[in-house]
């Protein structure tokens, strides 16, 4: 399984080591499950709607909490807001109290900023004033490890008890664009209510994500830093936005999902919904998991798995922070486009050419025009003009109101495409009055069911009008409710993302959501146990393991222990020549190594002097090892390889990898990685995204192996590593040998690892 996961770009390094201090793993989460932060999750309104605000720790001196207060200040909201700090009795205009006790009035959010030592004593402080929910702002906390997880712990405890939603420490604020609540040390020069809200653990993308999207006229909704997370977390947050009927989607960046199987149920209730996530996850890299260790004392898990968690769960995944504006521009929309089929118009041959040349990489694709919508563009452009898709309506377009009309009306109500795209080379809204405006005003029109969006060559700020004599009509940034994409690569990418999650919310499947793999047992669960749990060693041998895939239907060679020299001619023969014969031994894994192979054994002879120089060759090398015997084992019928594997996530559980095998491994590079509950067709759709696609499907007169026979295989594979998440550590199948006459297939070989007991 190595191998597999190091074709994959990572190295796999098996279940992460949680280390334990104070009783805090260096997440910062609790180290066990008795620290249920549950409840106060049910108070996560009272952070965005609170009656009356509380900044403790703001002073005349300046800094984030006085930042905060001026914002709330500034944009009116509407409940008291007041000051907490001994030193003073009024901070810029605002009412300065002593502590939370002293106010006169229901504190609805406490808002701190205190240095961490002081931290217990304002909760305290909260309590005894029955403060309704706490944002902490404060660092120094398990992002310092040490005493910091200590402290994180103590918070923790404190909010299990009392019931009192808090979010942080180490965070930037909070905001509801809605009542005004702009709770964060950030000023916005404009701010409109709307159906974006985002989950960030740094608040330093606060501002570069909302100016964005407000400079489009996109609303915001609701914003949250969590931090460090210590109670509240992105599973809660995400859980409170799904149910939230002001948010249409969800933006995140996350360095750490601290609880997979509540992250997972409540990204599975967001697809129910239809409420697109769309998510920076960092931990790519080594580096990158290294950094947001740092950042919040988070614990980044297998890329690998996430990857494959994410997509499982419809959750958009963006690299970029200018991925994640556009895609949560995109997805903003209402509209979802019924497929894949794409047309582009524009007025440059230039454009022509970099959208042809890029937009493979971003998953988009071009259909070519049909033959009628084609007679009818070349009867209307210019014969300079180039009747293609993408499509150069050239210059002259931009004069002649009946080329840009037709041949957008030509595009939208063909019923060839499903999202038509307009290309301009300048990040600049559409003046709805000019022949543009009014072409795809119309075209928009004439096909209601079709997307249309705007998407400029460059991204960067919007320059408007600048003609007093001349302004823009009704200057739009949406055509049928897509806003304004910027930047060719971001915005097509964001176009991919808008049909990728059209398409998830089309094919997906409640009986195969991810949450439904924990707990879940087959028929086969007992006996499956019982194998493993009577194998003596942590590896299993060769034919416990087999044992083991037989249970599950999974075809093996048939096979049987040659003790002595003399018990191998009896045993080939009642298998049929040729044969191949392994050592048997726990303590030997990788048996080539040692000489302890010998294939295409076709006499008795032969099979008697092959058992003779395994042994000698392996008690040679592996004068130590433990030796069961020789395992003769009937050659399977030759056709293609496949490496077929498992290991087991800490967060997701199982993550099952496939590729070619043979000498395909090392040349191709190419596997992939399904985690489950999967079915035959996703298999099958997922072979055909292999690059070794077409060998598998006979290319050139080669072999026509039984695909689904492999699927099924695969899926059995898939409900045995389910069944044993709690078992096994690791799984190789390495080789399945597919048939070439298409008669089926046989695992040869395999490796499993049992989990260690001392594995936490």
Same mark, same amino acid.
């Given at each position: 399984?190595?191998?597999?996961?190091?074709?994959?770009?990572?190295?796999?390094?098996?279940?992460?080591?949680?280390?334990?201090?104070?009783?805090?793993?260096?997440?910062?989460?609790?180290?066990?499950?008795?620290?249920?932060?549950?409840?106060?999750?049910?108070?996560?309104?009272?952070?965005?709607?609170?009656?009356?605000?509380?900044?403790?720790?703001?002073?005349?001196?300046?800094?984030?909490?006085?930042?905060?207060?001026?914002?709330?200040?500034?944009?009116?909201?509407?409940?008291?807001?007041?000051?907490?700090?001994?030193?003073?009795?009024?901070?810029?205009?605002?009412?300065?109290?002593?502590?939370?006790?002293?106010?006169?009035?229901?504190?609805?959010?406490?808002?701190?900023?205190?240095?961490?030592?002081?931290?217990?004593?304002?909760?305290?402080?909260?309590?005894?004033?029955?403060?309704?929910?706490?944002?902490?702002?404060?660092?120094?906390?398990?992002?310092?490890?040490?005493?910091?997880?200590?402290?994180?712990?103590?918070?923790?405890?404190?909010?299990?008890?009392?019931?009192?939603?808090?979010?942080?420490?180490?965070?930037?604020?909070?905001?509801?664009?809605?009542?005004?609540?702009?709770?964060?040390?950030?000023?916005?020069?404009?701010?409109?209510?709307?159906?974006?809200?985002?989950?960030?653990?740094?608040?330093?993308?606060?501002?570069?994500?909302?100016?964005?999207?407000?400079?489009?006229?996109?609303?915001?909704?609701?914003?949250?830093?969590?931090?460090?997370?210590?109670?509240?977390?992105?599973?809660?947050?995400?859980?409170?936005?799904?149910?939230?009927?002001?948010?249409?989607?969800?933006?995140?960046?996350?360095?750490?999902?601290?609880?997979?199987?509540?992250?997972?149920?409540?990204? $599975?209730?967001?697809?129910?919904?239809?409420?697109?996530?769309?998510?920076?996850?960092?931990?790519?890299?080594?580096?990158?998991?290294?950094?947001?260790?740092?950042?919040?004392?988070?614990?980044?898990?297998?890329?690998?798995?996430?990857?494959?968690?994410?997509?499982?769960?419809?959750?958009?995944?963006?690299?970029?922070?200018?991925?994640?504006? $556009?895609?949560?521009?995109?997805?903003?929309?209402?509209?979802?486009?019924?497929?894949?089929?794409?047309?582009?118009?524009?007025?440059?041959?230039?454009?022509?050419?970099?959208?042809?040349?890029?937009?493979?990489?971003?998953?988009?694709?071009?259909?070519?025009?049909?033959?009628?919508?084609?007679?009818?563009? $070349?009867?209307?452009?210019?014969?300079?003009?180039?009747?293609?898709?993408?499509?150069?309506?050239?210059?002259?377009?931009?004069?002649?109101?009946?080329?840009?009309?037709?041949?957008?009306?030509?595009?939208?109500?063909?019923?060839?495409?499903?999202?038509?795209?307009?290309?301009?080379?300048?990040?600049?809204?559409?003046?709805?009055?000019?022949?543009?405006?009014?072409?795809?005003?119309?075209?928009?029109?004439?096909?209601?069911?079709?997307?249309?969006?705007?998407?400029?060559?460059?991204?960067?700020?919007?320059?408007?009008?600048?003609?007093?004599?001349?302004?823009?009509?009704?200057?739009?940034?949406?055509?049928?409710?897509?806003?304004?994409?910027?930047?060719?690569?971001?915005?097509?990418?964001?176009?991919?993302?808008?049909?990728?999650?059209?398409?998830?919310?089309?094919?997906?499947?409640?009986?195969?959501?991810?949450?439904?793999?924990?707990?879940?047992?087959?028929?086969?669960?007992?006996?499956?146990?019982?194998?493993?749990?009577?194998?003596?060693?942590?590896?299993?041998?060769?034919?416990?393991?087999?044992?083991?895939?037989?249970?599950?239907?999974?075809?093996?060679?048939?096979?049987?222990?040659?003790?002595?020299?003399?018990?191998?001619?009896?045993?080939?023969?009642?298998?049929?020549?040729?044969?191949?014969?392994?050592?048997?031994?726990?303590?030997?894994?990788?048996?080539?190594?040692?000489?302890?192979?010998?294939?295409?054994?076709?006499?008795?002879?032969?099979?008697?002097?092959?058992?003779?120089?395994?042994?000698?060759?392996?008690?040679?090398?592996?004068?130590?090892?433990?030796?069961?015997?020789?395992?003769?084992?009937?050659?399977?019928?030759?056709?293609? $390889?496949?490496?077929?594997?498992?290991?087991?996530?800490?967060?997701?559980?199982?993550?099952?990898?496939?590729?070619?095998?043979?000498?395909?491994?090392?040349?191709?590079?190419?596997?992939?990685?399904?985690?489950?509950?999967?079915?035959?067709?996703?298999?099958?759709?997922?072979?055909?995204?292999?690059?070794?696609?077409?060998?598998?499907?006979?290319?050139?007169?080669?072999?026509?192996?039984?695909?689904?026979?492999?699927?099924?295989?695969?899926?059995?594979?898939?409900?045995?590593?389910?069944?044993?998440?709690?078992?096994?550590?690791?799984?190789?199948?390495?080789?399945?040998?597919?048939?070439?006459?298409?008669?089926?297939?046989?695992?040869?070989?395999?490796?499993?690892?049992?989990?260690?007991?001392?594995?936490?």
């Amino acid at each position: 399984m190595d191998k597999i996961m190091e074709l994959q770009g990572r190295k796999t390094r098996g279940p992460v080591n949680m280390q334990v201090h104070d009783g805090l793993r260096e997440n910062g989460s609790p180290a066990s499950e008795t620290i249920d932060t549950r409840a106060a999750s049910k108070g996560i309104g009272q952070l965005f709607r609170p009656e009356s605000v509380a900044i403790v720790g703001v002073s005349q001196k300046g800094g984030f909490a006085a930042e905060i207060l001026a914002n709330i200040k500034k944009w009116g909201f509407a409940g008291p807001l007041v000051a907490v700090n001994p030193r003073y009795n009024e901070i810029d205009g605002v009412p300065c109290f002593p502590s939370l006790a002293a106010i006169p009035h229901p504190v609805g959010l406490a808002i701190i900023a205190v240095p961490s030592s002081a931290i217990p004593a304002v909760l305290e402080d909260c309590e005894a004033a029955g403060v309704r929910a706490v944002q902490i702002i404060s660092s120094g906390f398990a992002e310092q490890a040490g005493e910091g997880l200590t402290k994180q712990r103590w918070l923790a405890e404190w909010a299990q008890r009392t019931g009192v939603p808090v979010v942080g420490p180490n965070c930037f604020g909070l905001m509801n664009a809605a009542n005004q609540l702009i709770a964060v040390p950030l000023d916005f020069h404009s701010m409109t209510a709307g159906g974006v809200s985002a989950i960030l653990q740094s608040g330093t993308l606060v501002y570069s994500l909302i100016v964005q999207l407000l400079s489009r006229g996109i609303g915001i909704g609701r914003v949250v830093t969590v931090g460090n997370e210590a109670c509240l977390d992105v599973a809660d947050f995400i859980d409170f936005f799904v149910d939230d009927d002001e948010t249409r989607v969800i933006a995140c960046y996350c360095e750490q999902i601290k609880r997979p199987l509540e992250f997972i149920r409540a990204c $599975e209730r967001a697809a129910e919904k239809g409420k697109p996530i769309v998510m920076v996850k960092v931990g790519r890299s080594e580096s990158g998991r290294r950094a947001a260790l740092a950042h919040t004392g988070s614990l980044v898990g297998s890329d690998i798995a996430v990857d494959a968690a994410l997509k499982k769960l419809g959750v958009v995944r963006v690299d970029t922070v200018d991925d994640l504006i $556009e895609a949560t521009a995109a997805l903003s929309s209402k509209k979802r486009p019924r497929g894949r089929r794409v047309a582009v118009a524009c007025y440059s041959g230039t454009m022509v050419s970099m959208l042809s040349d890029f937009a493979e990489s971003c998953g988009i694709e071009f259909p070519t025009l049909p033959s009628p919508v084609k007679a009818r563009l $070349e009867a209307v452009l210019p014969e300079f003009g180039n009747v293609s898709n993408p499509l150069d309506l050239t210059a002259q377009a931009s004069y002649d109101t009946r080329i840009m009309e037709e041949s957008l009306e030509a595009l939208a109500t063909s019923g060839a495409y499903d999202v038509i795209v307009w290309c301009q080379s300048y990040p600049t809204c559409i003046d709805m009055s000019s022949v543009l405006g009014r072409a795809l005003t119309r075209a928009a029109a004439a096909a209601p069911d079709v997307i249309f969006s705007v998407v400029s060559l460059a991204g960067g700020h919007f320059h408007p009008n600048p003609d007093p004599k001349h302004p823009m009509i009704e200057p739009k940034v949406a055509i049928g409710g897509l806003p304004f994409l910027e930047g060719m690569a971001p915005g097509l990418k964001a176009l991919s993302a808008l049909i990728g999650y059209a398409e998830f919310l089309r094919e997906r499947n409640p009986s195969k959501l991810l949450s439904r793999q924990w707990g879940a047992r087959s028929a086969c669960y007992e006996a499956a146990v019982r194998i493993i749990r009577e194998a003596r060693n942590e590896i299993l041998t060769e034919r416990e393991g087999k044992s083991l895939l037989a249970l599950y239907g999974i075809p093996v060679a048939r096979e049987a222990l040659a003790l002595r020299a003399d018990d191998v001619e009896r045993i080939a023969q009642d298998l049929t020549f040729p044969v191949a014969m392994k050592i048997e031994s726990p303590d030997i894994v990788h048996k080539t190594d040692v000489g302890g192979v010998v294939l295409d054994v076709s006499s008795p002879a032969q099979a008697a002097s092959a058992f003779n120089q395994i042994m000698s060759s392996v008690r040679t090398r592996r004068p130590e090892a433990q030796i069961s015997g020789v395992l003769v084992q009937e050659m399977a019928n030759p056709g293609p $390889e496949v490496i077929l594997g498992v290991t087991f996530d800490p967060q997701f559980g199982p993550v099952v990898a496939f590729g070619l095998g043979g000498i395909w491994v090392e040349v191709l590079n190419d596997v992939h990685v399904l985690l489950p509950p999967f079915d035959a067709n996703d298999v099958k759709s997922a072979i055909g995204q292999l690059r070794a696609a077409n060998v598998l499907r006979g290319a050139r007169g080669g072999a026509k192996i039984d695909l689904d026979m492999l699927a099924n295989c695969i899926v059995k594979f898939g409900t045995l590593c389910t069944d044993l998440a709690d078992e096994i550590c690791e799984i190789d199948i390495n080789p399945i040998i597919l048939a070439s006459d298409g008669t089926g297939l046989t695992a040869v070989d395999c490796l499993i690892r049992k989990k260690s007991l001392n594995a936490v």
